[in-house]
């Protein structure tokens, strides 16, 4: 990309100094020759109008009188029909310039100077010319490498946002570059991403609704069959009990399929440590919650390990964070651990600060798109649920008063990283 457009901006250059070199050089050697030609034609005038006044007088042709107004190393020719020629100055070269001036009885003066002289200023002034071009192309080569890179490297960087957002990278990128056309790109990608990201979150929900109420129904018509297949008719109990076998194979399909749906959208999470992860995002938030007179406290256990993207970890974690600074108080707490015996198959990341809380009526709309109490865009933590989605966990508000926003991430499984050994439980099952 950066070769294509130093290329082209080369090519315009070139091109450029070229078109306007060429003429500028032409018209110096004429300017030369020109000049030459002038002040011997002005010479000329003087000698002639000289000899016009002594032969009106009377007087013959004395060269001796118009010598002064002859060139070094330059040849006076005066032609006079009838009476003969006089000439004053060395003979020159067969390359000369010559300026011819009448005077009175159809004579004429003629005045002579070697052109080496004036060809070797000619080549001069070319040669200069010529450093001038190659300098005009050396700024521009300059010009168009500096160019170059700054244009290469923006739109490298928007082609490698734009791969990140077609991977299901859905964070914002605050980045632009003094470009009104690459800025106006970054911000429809910035667009993109929270409409990809919405777009992605309200699918994962209806797929999670969609299969909630199958599985109700679905146990509903477990139990109506199991109450058949217990009917004394030896028929409607063997039907029954048919029917009631595919519902359990159909109950089955189902899981397997939430199952696959839930490590596809975590294709690209990895076991990661909590503690280190967690302690490097706190490091990069000291600093702004110092600034305001807070503090940030860590509660990480040792060795946590949890299935996530480092970089929408990070970026989730921001959001919270971020959102705390902004619209809470106090100390802003930062803890990790394992979930509970409901959710043992879960690690919890929570943050939660001092201040006022999120309003009561507030409280259910928070992670929807535009929502806001402080007059903020409203797209922060519709952001973060769907970056922590995408690795298949939950985000949710755990308390309003005070804010809790608590991060469910899976645990990892045997196989998610190959090359790992992971510890396994000896004792059948």
Do not use: C
């Amino acid at each position: 990309m950066r070769r294509r457009i130093l290329r082209a901006i080369l090519i315009a250059v070139l091109v450029t100094a070229f078109v306007l070199g060429i003429p500028l050089g032409y018209t110096a050697l004429q300017i030369v020759e020109s000049l030459t030609r002038e002040d011997l034609a002005g010479r000329a005038q003087q000698i002639a109008a000289t000899l016009d006044d002594e032969i009106a007088h009377g007087r013959g042709i004395d060269l001796t009188a118009v010598q002064l107004a002859v060139p070094a190393n330059g040849r006076l020719t005066v032609v006079l029909p009838g009476e003969g020629e006089w000439t004053l100055g060395p003979t020159l070269p067969a390359d000369i310039v010559s300026e011819v001036v009448p005077i009175v009885g159809q004579g004429q003066v003629r005045l002579s100077v070697d052109a080496g002289p004036m060809r070797t200023r000619q080549t001069q002034v070319a040669v200069l010319v010529a450093l001038v071009v190659a300098l005009t192309v050396a700024i521009g080569t300059v010009v168009a490498t500096a160019t170059a890179r700054r244009l290469a490297r923006p739109l490298r960087h928007v082609a490698q946002r734009a791969t990140r957002l077609g991977a299901g990278d859905f964070r914002l990128d605050p980045t632009r570059y003094d470009l009104q056309e690459l800025d106006l790109v970054a911000e429809a990608l910035d667009a993109s991403a929270t409409a990809l990201a919405l777009l992605v979150q309200r699918e994962r929900d209806l797929v999670s609704d969609v299969s909630h109420q199958l599985r109700s129904r679905l146990t509903a018509l477990q139990l109506r069959l199991e109450a058949l297949a217990a009917a004394p008719d030896a028929e409607t109990s063997a039907e029954a009990g048919a029917a009631l076998e595919q519902a359990e194979r159909l109950a089955d399909v189902l899981d397997e399929l939430l199952a696959a749906a839930r490590e596809a959208r975590a294709v690209d999470a990895e076991p990661i440590d909590l503690s280190t992860e967690l302690a490097a995002i706190a490091d990069e938030w000291r600093g702004p919650l110092r600034s305001e007179g807070r503090s940030l406290r860590l509660r990480l256990p040792a060795g946590l390990l949890a299935k996530a993207t480092p970089a929408r970890l990070r970026e989730a974690i921001g959001v919270l964070l971020d959102n705390a600074l902004r619209h809470g108080g106090g100390t802003v707490t930062l803890s990790a651990r394992n979930g509970d015996h409901t959710r043992a198959d879960t690690v919890v990341v929570e943050v939660t600060d001092a201040g006022a809380g999120v309003p009561q009526e507030l409280a259910p709309h928070i992670f929807d798109r535009g929502v806001s109490g402080a007059g903020s865009t409203g797209l922060g933590l519709a952001l973060a649920r769907a970056l922590v989605d995408s690795d298949g966990g939950r985000l949710e508000l755990s308390t309003a008063r005070p804010a809790t926003f608590t991060v469910f991430l899976p645990v990892p499984k045997a196989g998610d990283v190959r090359g790992v050994r992971w510890s396994t439980d000896g004792a059948p099952r």
